[in-house]
């Protein structure tokens, strides 16, 4: 135990010396933050980049906050336990080492959370432009205009027009939609619209219609179920800090 302190401290001595004038703990959380982010992996990236578009990435200094509490409440539990340095420091890795993969399932959720969000504004405005312009391309040209769409799902909708235009039909936008994107209303809507564009439709309007209240009900289940998700989420967080 005081040789590892005793090595703690000649760390923090040469840091200082090296980078006198400078944050030593900002230094070590940036270069930290440097080498995760060389090997993370690139689905990792663009969702914590939109997270942090969103403001809900934690900052540097929760990230340390996080690697004390958990570092030291592992050390000092293992230390107690085992009575063995060596255990313990394996134990304090460990538990850190579950840092960055607890932030990529937060970031994970806030960005799922923002792409639902982004497909139920898609369908429900395509679906209006279409009542107006009866025309699926036409439709997909006013959402991308009107400036409500963010990206990833903005550069997805300009795809979908290039493929619409570049096959003289909308199967292949379709397609690239629908995988890129395997929700239920974005598959339901698409169908739709390829029933009206090929076979034709007696009264589009009831059935817009009737696709729009599909979306609605689905929005307000999901809606729902993030609100019982989160409010039993705090629960037990109360419980835990009661305990």
């Given at each position: 135990?005081?040789?590892?302190?005793?090595?703690?401290?000649?760390?923090?001595?040469?840091?200082?010396?090296?980078?006198k004038?400078?944050?030593?703990?900002?230094?070590?959380?940036?270069?930290?933050?440097t080498i995760?982010?060389?090997?993370?992996?690139?689905?990792?990236?663009?969702?914590?980049e939109?997270?942090?578009?969103?403001?809900?990435?934690?900052?540097?200094?929760?990230?340390?906050?996080?690697?004390?509490?958990?570092?030291?409440?592992?050390?000092?539990?293992?230390?107690?336990?085992?009575?063995?340095?060596i255990?313990?420091?394996?134990?304090?890795?460990?538990?850190?080492?579950?840092?960055?993969?607890?932030?990529?399932?937060?970031?994970?959720?806030?960005?799922?959370?923002?792409?639902?969000?982004?497909?139920?504004?898609?369908?429900?405005?395509?679906?209006?432009?279409?009542?107006?312009?009866?025309s699926?391309?036409k439709?997909?040209?006013?959402?991308?205009?009107?400036?409500?769409?963010?990206?990833?799902?903005?550069?997805?909708?300009?795809?979908?027009?290039?493929?619409?235009?570049?096959?003289?039909?909308?199967?292949?936008?379709?397609?690239?939609?629908?995988?890129?994107?395997?929700y239920?209303i974005?598959?339901?809507?698409?169908?739709?619209?390829?029933?009206?564009?090929?076979?034709?439709a007696?009264?589009?309007?009831?059935?817009?219609?009737?696709?729009?209240?599909?979306?609605?009900?689905?929005?307000?289940?999901?809606?729902?179920?993030?609100?019982?998700?989160?409010?039993?989420?705090?629960?037990?967080?109360?419980?835990?800090?009661?305990?």
């Open positions: 135990m005081v040789l590892f302190l005793l090595l703690l401290i000649a760390l923090i001595i040469v840091l200082y010396r090296n980078y004038g400078q944050n030593v703990s900002k230094y070590i959380t940036e270069q930290v933050q995760y982010d060389k090997f993370a992996p690139y689905s990792y990236k663009v969702v914590r939109k997270t942090k578009e969103l403001g809900q990435e934690y900052t540097a200094r929760q990230y340390m906050i996080q690697v004390l509490i958990m570092g030291g409440f592992a050390g000092i539990v293992t230390y107690l336990y085992f009575y063995n340095i255990v313990s420091v394996i134990y304090v890795l460990i538990a850190i080492g579950f840092i960055p993969y607890l932030s990529f399932l937060r970031c994970k959720r806030v960005y799922s959370e923002f792409i639902f969000e982004q497909i139920q504004i898609y369908t429900t405005n395509v679906i209006m432009e279409f009542a107006t312009t009866q699926f391309v439709s997909l040209e006013g959402v991308r205009d009107s400036g409500i769409l963010e990206d990833p799902v903005l550069s997805d909708v300009n795809h979908m027009i290039d493929l619409a235009y570049q096959d003289g039909s909308i199967d292949g936008a379709i397609a690239f939609m629908d995988n890129k994107y395997p239920y974005v598959k339901n809507m698409h169908q739709l619209f390829l029933q009206i564009t090929k076979e034709g007696q009264d589009t309007g009831e059935s817009l219609e009737n696709m729009q209240l599909d979306i609605d009900t689905l929005v307000i289940e999901w809606i729902e179920r993030l609100f019982i998700k989160n409010f039993y989420s705090m629960e037990l967080c109360y419980i835990c800090w009661l305990c």
